[in-house]
């Protein structure tokens, strides 16, 4: 008995652990991707039923800012030809109509409800920029256009937020920002294209 | 002479490796949080385009890829090198597309229905007659929360 109690458990070789571990490592290196998805996210408009006449849909002129981008990359904003750079700037000075232009588009006074039950009236543009391509146009082209819209909007809703909470947009409560983004509606349309290369 | 036999005895210990399991663990576990599972072999190639704007996909679950490009190598052999459709596993023409958002939406609770997002990678030089075939049937299918995948640039062009 005494043998038995100076007996003791051998120690388990633990070298291979390491290579288990290893083993397990290079299994989820294949098998797994780096979540890195992100992109521009869009709402894309409901089909319209097919008894809805087209004419209720008609906008002002001045409420609509046409981007129109052809198939070799040119743009054309409203009726000027227009290098993609200032194009924010543009699209900027559309929808903030800052000086009231009758070119440029109407306000309309709408009336948000506030986190804190509150309601703050904000003069909402109705302008819609309104983007068209033909079906030869690169995809890489529409997506820096899109881009650049959606700087546009983004900055503006920087400014309506830090006048308004004193912050930026990206640092706002869910709250908050949902009452910038009724004030500052991200209006762009993405029409079919006109023209196309391919005749339907 | 004493002094001089003990040092020319002595060996350099080895480096003691029993830490190595659990550095290799900490990387083991990096991976495991920082990876999500490859869920569909791609048979097209993509450079996607670049932005600055993008927002990051949340719940992986509730999006849906649709991946247009060139045929990879090994499936240029079948398919040449025109621009291709991937759904699930396999090209598909736009028309497709209503039913593969059909089966994608099945699969999600009733409640996370709405909150289906479409992610649309899609090579940089597609050109959009293709796009537009796809969101035309997105709309169709009432798929209407879309995503264009990019990848982030940093700074701004206009600076």
């Known amino acids: 008995m005494a043998g038995g109690n100076k007996r003791k458990v051998p120690d ?189 | 002479m004493a002094v001089m036999k003990k040092k020319g005895k002595k060996e350099v210990p080895a480096i003691s490796t029993a830490s190595l399991p659990d550095v290799i663990f900490m990387l083991l576990f990096f991976f495991m949080v920082s990876t999500t599972m490859r869920d569909q072999e791609l048979l097209v190639r993509y450079r996607l385009p670049e932005a600055t704007e993008v927002q990051k996909l949340e719940k992986k679950n509730l999006v849906s890829y649709i991946n247009i490009g060139e045929p990879v190598p090994h499936m240029q052999a079948k398919y040449g090198t025109a621009t291709q459709i991937q759904l699930n596993d396999a090209f598909r023409t736009a028309k497709d597309i209503g039913d593969f958002i059909a089966a994608e939406r099945e699969q999600l609770n009733e409640a996370d229905r709405a909150q289906m997002t479409t992610s649309i990678k899609a090579d940089e030089f597609t050109k959009m007659g293709i796009i537009t075939d796809v969101k035309q049937e997105l709309r169709r299918a009432n798929a209407l929360k879309i995503s264009y995948a990019a990848i982030e640039r940093q700074g701004n062009n206009n600076d």
Not at chain 1, 78 to 84: A, L, R, S, W
């Open chain 1, 12 to 200: 388990i070789n633990a070298s291979s652990q390491a290579d288990i571990s290893f083993m397990l490592l290079i299994f989820f290196l294949v098998a797994t991707t780096m979540s890195t998805d992100k992109g521009l996210t869009r709402v894309l408009p409901p089909i319209p039923p097919e008894d809805v006449k087209v004419e209720d849909q008609k906008q002002k002129e001045r409420n609509i800012l046409l981007v129109f981008v052809n198939g070799v990359g040119q743009l054309l904003v409203g009726d000027e030809q227009m290098d993609i750079r200032s194009l924010k700037d543009k699209a900027k000075e559309f929808v903030l109509n800052e000086a009231d232009d009758e070119n440029l588009p109407e306000k309309e006074d709408k009336e948000i409800e506030m986190p804190d039950g509150s309601t703050w009236v904000y003069p909402e543009s109705k302008g819609i920029i309104s983007l068209q391509t033909t079906r030869d146009t690169n995809y890489d082209i529409y997506i820096s256009v899109q881009n650049e819209l959606t700087a546009a909007f983004n900055e503006i809703r920087d400014d309506v937020a830090m006048k308004k909470f004193q912050a930026k947009f990206s640092e706002l409560s869910e709250d908050e920002r949902s009452v910038i983004t009724k004030a500052v509606p991200m209006k762009i349309s993405e029409a079919e294209p006109r023209k196309g290369a391919v005749k339907k």
